[in-house]
Structures are given as structure tokens and as C-alpha cells.
């Protein structure tokens, strides 16, 4: 796909200036020299964004359902129901779908909000290995009998050494999406604030669990009791 858009993207500067604010529709427009061309593609486009939509939602609202089913969300018992006829998790879509909705919003008031809020992404989903790294790498250096491997391994060297070295990687790519996307004159809206946003997040995440979740949330529910009962076997 990004090979056929590079043949054909034509006058990269007209569709970037495109007056549709969309660079992919004066591509189109310019490969197929109709308007109706162009309309046909983009629906196609929008067509499999509608769909994606459905499954990433399907996806996120399982993930406050998840954690809410351990205890790790305010209203834990209210948002970790599910349906009984329809077996889904009602209310934990019922939540995911108007913050969606909610997110979007914001490039309405701010585009430079909502960039920052979609470039939280690399920082965020980088930021979530770094704590279970360093833990299992702390095992592996002073208690590495305590671990429990699965049938295929690295071996303790190669794995200290792909942890250190996630580790490394991590820091570096985080602080780079931290950077602005201008380097001379900043300005509010040129300005990268997903540093400011992924330390908000840290903070009340924090917070949250020592002012909430301290004592409730015990970790995975149904690991527990599987480990529990692999105790109690042996």
C-alpha cells in the first residue's frame, strides 16, 4: 500500500495544501483524475476505518473491564458486570465509547491538545514495559531460582542482556517523542506537551493507588487463584 501511494502521490505540495484537509483525497484525486474516483476510494477508506473503530473499541472496553473485574478501577463492581443474555461487558463499553467520543473532541478546541494526547501513545506503551523489565531483570540478577520459565527460554545471560538493552531503547525512543516538532521558534501550538501529559498521568496514577487502590487491587484475580491452587497441590 505505501508503495502504490509513493507512485502515485503526484504534487506532494498540492496535497499537502489540499483545501479538503485531507492529503489522501488529493492523492486519490490526482491518481484518478475524477472526482468521483476520488469519492469512490475515499469511501472505501472510510469504510475500513468504521470497522476498525468497531474492533479497537471491542478491544479497549475489555481492558477497563479487565482491570475493573480485579478491583483496580473505582466502581469496580459496577463497570466489571457482564450481560448475562449477550455475555459482553455492557457497561465497560458503555464507558469506553463516550471517552472515545470525548478524545476526539478535543482537536475541535485544540489541535495541539489532541496531538498531544495521540503522541502519549509511544511514551505510554513504551513507558508500560518498563516497570516489568526492571523487575524480572532484578529476579534474574539476585534471585534467579525464584523464576519460573516456561518451556523455552534465553537462558539468564541473553536475557539480562535483552532486558538492559530494552531498557536503553526504551529511555532513548521516550525521550525523542518527548521532543517538539519545530526546533526554532516554539510556540503553544508547536509545542510537544505529551511530556507534560504522561507526567500528569504517572502522578495521578500514583495518587490513585495510595489515596484508592492500596488494599483493594491485589493483582490478576484469576492468576491468583491459580496459583493458589497449584500451592495447595503441591
Known amino acids: 500500500m505505501l508503495m502504490a501511494i509513493l507512485f502515485c502521490i503526484g504534487d506532494i505540495d498540492n496535497a499537502l495544501s489540499t483545501h479538503t484537509g485531507f492529503p489522501f483525497i488529493e492523492i486519490f ?7 468521483g474516483g476520488a469519492t469512490a476510494l475515499t469511501s472505501i477508506v472510510l469504510s475500513l476505518m468504521i470497522f476498525a473503530t468497531i474492533a479497537v473499541l471491542a478491544a479497549a472496553s475489555r481492558m477497563p473491564w479487565a482491570f475493573a473485574r480485579d478491583n483496580g478501577l473505582p466502581g469496580s463492581q459496577f463497570i466489571s458486570q457482564v450481560n448475562p443474555r449477550t455475555k459482553l461487558p455492557l457497561y465497560s463499553v458503555a464507558l469506553s465509547v463516550p471517552t472515545t467520543f470525548l478524545l476526539g473532541l478535543i482537536n475541535i478546541g485544540s489541535s495541539a491538545a ?9 511514551s505510554g506503551y513504551l513507558g508500560s514495559y518498563t516497570l516489568p523489565i526492571i523487575l524480572i531483570l532484578h529476579k534474574k540478577i539476585y534471585h534467579p531460582s ?15 542482556f535483552c532486558n538492559i538493552f530494552g531498557l536503553f531503547w526504551i529511555a532513548i525512543v521516550m525521550t525523542f517523542s518527548f521532543f517538539p516538532s519545530a526546533r526554532t521558534d516554539l510556540t503553544l501550538e ?3 506537551w505529551s511530556c507534560l501529559l504522561w507526567g500528569g498521568t504517572m502522578v495521578v496514577g500514583v495518587v490513585s493507588y495510595f489515596g484508592y487502590l492500596r488494599g483493594r487491587y491485589n493483582g490478576p484475580i484469576v492468576e491468583t487463584d491459580i496459583i493458589e491452587q497449584v500451592g495447595h497441590r503441591v
Request: proline share 3%; net charge positive.
Open 29 to 35: 484525486k490526482q491518481a484518478v483524475k475524477s472526482n
Open 114 to 122: 489532541f496531538n498531544a494526547v495521540a503522541s502519549l501513545v509511544v
Open 190 to 192: 508547536t509545542m510537544n
Open 146 to 160: 525464584s523464576i519460573h520459565y516456561g518451556p523455552w527460554t534465553l537462558g539468564r545471560r541473553l536475557g539480562i
